[in-house]
């Protein structure tokens, strides 16, 4: 935490200010109780009871869970008898891909992302007279707190009644907090109103509801306490569907031994009840809270929210980009001269990046007589470039002597492409087994260390991954009119949309995506078990948590997790991970389609790491797909490759291998290194492809003979070891045949294994990435290899 005793004083703020609008004390007695709190020394006595009590509270072992309520009682009689309630708000923005690519222009994108982040990260914080550390926000917080007392119309001003330490957490679009009783509607009602009025059209919703002292440490009670269904009510309730859909399933991941499942199963029953009754039950009550609201159903006095912003059209006036409002005014300073609508126009305006000298206000903006202004907020190339100031070495390895101010920002989609030969690619990326991580967190201390280390893992392996594979890139033959920068300029050659908790969402060149997805899988795990150092500043500041694996007596089968070497791979050792889509496509594919094909394939990847869950992996996956053709995809991904991919032969065969797990992503790029220093003939590569749908036998026939007309010398060495040993070795170890270039899969990690055992092979996929994948003689910035333009054929 910020500080250890900010959850103390955010407890205690809330019940020495009341039930009440006005404070139960003086707020100059609250303001010396958070100081002398926040300095280890002694509060004032009209208020000692009150942190007696949350010293208390918060000094109840973590592991301590009392089996009768009886038992708590006499533990804890005066926090039993405490009845003064404490609020708790849960709000941020939703459906916030529909706003955020509503527009395909990427400075829409862009400024659509950024006003989220500002309003996440800058103005709800505020609220709470929270600053940012650098003095540049002083006067944006401070016209953002006088937002809040002048629209918020009530008796006292809201500003005074929250502080810092309230904030649990206010990152990836959401906020969770303490606040006095008196004020969770008024402070719910700010939360939506401010996204309203920044974005105009940008979803939001915000809930808040009251507890007393004793339910932040054990879930929610009833009143009077006695009444509460406690463990001895479970042990016998567990087995009913209800009850299990609230607790949970705990018979299903027993072992079979009917002696270790009735062990397994008295211990499950404690811990499961014990998980949900704690701060857990709070925020999951606040959440369906949420989901009521979102789906516009009156659950309170509050104004309702089932209708979104909406705005006239007419069909004889002239829309915006994006076809849905009325246009204001037209940009006749931009090229293209494109029409804006207020909402649109607030987007392009945070989205804007102007050549290095510019007007900070640009003149179309000044032009449009608005009043709105975009406030200061620190994007995340800035941050990037803050990251690399404290890292020497990664700063000197991504800038390779060219000095940091001659490089621009990235302006346009085009500038990202000109490093690959017109191609980029979009990741996405989405953290694997959160929820189940967040179900066992009993405190609100812990789900604060959780949000802040989560998000310091994300950030900074994004960081990590970008300078480890990426060099600012200069233009060449480049000639785009929406674009300010000319053939010789120098840009950081990628774009993070968002990086908000566990997602994240970028373009990089096509030829570096995934390299970057891979470190950013491997570098997010050994962030949060200490592997890797974080910036010297952040060391100091914040201390990442444990997220070792407990290692058990069962021994994991690293065969199913892996089809390359798996001897070699390191069992998992992180309780998060990550899953990644990567769809590699040229630069002018419509982005609304890009995004839904790459959701697709995180999608596909999540799956992948359900199942290999079972077989004891605990780590990242990544599903990608390359789209040399916007045609070449007509339906779902998952629906193109059933159909097109999968061929009902004697035995089945699977044209494809992926989802890879970060391991074998290693490997297939490994693979397709071996097959470039092996000078492998492209136009053979093509051929055995093509040759994969007539058959087992008949792809093997070929691939052999291809293969032993190389030469034989060291590269071809590397390609045997690199491919026909570390990906298609038989099932039976005591065969010595080669399957090459099949894959034999015997469905261990399915439910239904009726199309099971089916042969794969990751020859089509080494294919397809064969052209975006650098070998060691190409230049580290800009691939040498020619894009092909064949297309699969549905």
Not at 172 to 188: E, M, R, T, V, Y
Not at 288 to 300: E, K, M, T, Y
Not at 473 to 495: P, R, V, W, Y
Not at 512 to 536: D, S
Request: hydrophobic share 35%.
């Amino acid at each position: 935490m910020e500080n250890p005793s900010s959850m103390m004083i955010a407890i205690a703020w809330c019940l020495a200010w009341g039930e009440e609008r006005s404070p139960k004390y003086n707020l100059e007695i609250l303001q010396q109780m958070r100081q002398a709190l926040k300095d280890g020394k002694e509060v004032p006595k009209e208020v000692r009871l009150i942190v007696e009590q949350v010293q208390q509270l918060l000094g109840i072992d973590k592991d301590y869970f009392p089996k009768t309520l009886d038992e708590l009682k006499n533990n804890y009689p005066d926090l039993w008898n405490q009845t003064n309630h404490i609020g708790l708000v849960y709000g941020g923005a939703t459906k916030i891909k529909q706003y955020v690519f509503e527009s395909s222009k990427i400075q829409d994108i862009r400024g659509a992302s950024a006003l989220l982040d500002r309003i996440n990260l800058i103005d709800l914080p505020a609220f709470f007279n929270k600053n940012p550390q650098s003095n540049q926000y002083t006067i944006q917080c401070n016209e953002v707190r006088q937002w809040l007392n002048e629209t918020i119309a009530i008796d006292y001003k809201l500003s005074e009644a929250l502080i810092p330490e309230l904030i649990i957490y206010s990152t990836g679009g959401n906020i969770l907090a303490f606040c006095p009783a008196a004020f969770i509607d008024d402070l719910a009602n700010a939360i939506e109103k401010r996204y309203t009025e920044e974005t105009l059209t940008a979803n939001s919703c915000a809930v808040g509801d009251t507890f007393r002292l004793l339910e932040i440490r054990f879930g929610s009670l009833k009143e009077p306490i006695e009444n509460t269904l406690w463990l001895d009510w479970y042990r016998q309730k567990y087995k009913e569907p209800l009850v299990q859909a609230y607790f949970g399933n705990l018979e299903k991941n027993l072992d079979n031994s009917q002696t270790e499942r009735c062990n397994s199963l008295a211990v499950s029953v404690e811990e499961a009840f014990a998980d949900r009754k704690s701060f857990n039950e709070l925020t999951t009550k606040l959440a369906i809270l949420f989901n009521q609201r979102r789906s516009g159903n009156d659950i309170s006095s509050r104004p309702s929210r089932r209708y979104p912003p909406m705005f006239e059209t007419h069909p004889y006036l002239m829309r915006d980009g994006s076809d849905r409002r009325s246009a204001i005014l037209q940009a006749e300073q931009l090229p293209r001269q494109p029409y804006y609508s207020e909402a649109s126009a607030r987007k392009h305006f945070v989205g804007d990046r102007a050549k290095k000298g510019s007007r900070e206000i640009p003149e179309w903006y000044e032009d449009s007589q608005l009043k709105w202004q975009r406030g200061k907020f620190e994007g995340w190339i800035y941050k990037f470039k803050s990251f690399l100031q404290k890292n020497p070495s990664l700063q000197q390895k991504y800038y390779a002597g060219i000095e940091p101010d001659e490089i621009e920002i990235a302006q346009i989609l085009s500038h990202i492409a000109n490093a690959s030969k017109g191609f980029v690619a979009y990741i996405y990326a989405d953290g694997n087994n959160m929820g189940g991580y967040i179900q066992k967190i009993r405190t609100p201390q812990e789900y604060q260390e959780f949000s802040r280390d989560v998000e310091l893992a994300t950030e900074y392996a994004v960081y990590q991954a970008l300078a480890e594979n990426l060099h600012p890139h200069k233009l060449q033959n480049f000639n785009d009119e929406e674009s300010t920068l000319g053939n010789g300029a120098l840009i950081h050659s990628f774009e993070i949309i968002t990086i908000g908790g566990d997602d994240i969402i970028l373009i990089v060149p096509a030829n570096k995506a995934l390299a970057i997805a891979q470190t950013i899988g491997e570098q997010f795990e050994k962030i949060l078990i200490k592997q890797v150092p974080l910036g010297e500043s952040v060391e100091s500041e914040k201390i990442i948590g444990d997220y070792q694996i407990k290692q058990d007596n069962k021994p994991v089968d690293l065969k199913k997790c892996h089809r390359y070497k798996p001897t070699e791979a390191a069992p998992s050792q992180c309780q998060l991970s990550t899953s990644i889509g990567v769809l590699i496509t040229a630069y002018n594919t419509p982005i609304y389609y890009a995004k839904d094909l790459t959701e697709q394939l995180l999608k596909s990847a999540k799956e992948r790491a359900k199942k290999l869950k079972k077989a004891g992996y605990c780590g990242g996956t990544v599903d990608f797909l390359t789209m040399k053709s916007v045609t070449m995809i007509s339906s779902d991904i998952k629906e193109f490759r059933k159909q097109a991919l999968i061929k009902n032969l004697r035995p089945k065969l699977k044209l494809y291998a992926a989802p890879y797990t970060l391991h074998e992503l290693g490997g297939l790029i490994k693979v397709i290194q071996a097959l470039k220093n092996a000078k492998f003939p492209k136009s053979q590569l093509y051929q055995i492809r093509n040759l994969l749908e007539r058959g087992k036998q008949t792809a093997i026939l070929n691939y052999r003979y291809f293969r032993v007309r190389l030469k034989q010398d060291k590269q071809n060495l590397d390609l045997q070891e690199e491919f026909e040993q570390a990906w298609c070795q038989p099932k039976d170890s005591n065969n010595k045949g080669n399957l090459a270039p099949w894959i034999y899969d015997d469905g261990a990690l399915e439910y239904d294994k009726s199309d099971y055992p089916l042969f794969e092979t990751i020859w089509r996929d080494v294919v397809d990435l064969y052209d975006f994948i650098a070998s060691a003689d190409d230049d580290n910035d800009v691939s040498e290899a020619q894009m092909a333009t064949t297309e699969v054929e549905l």
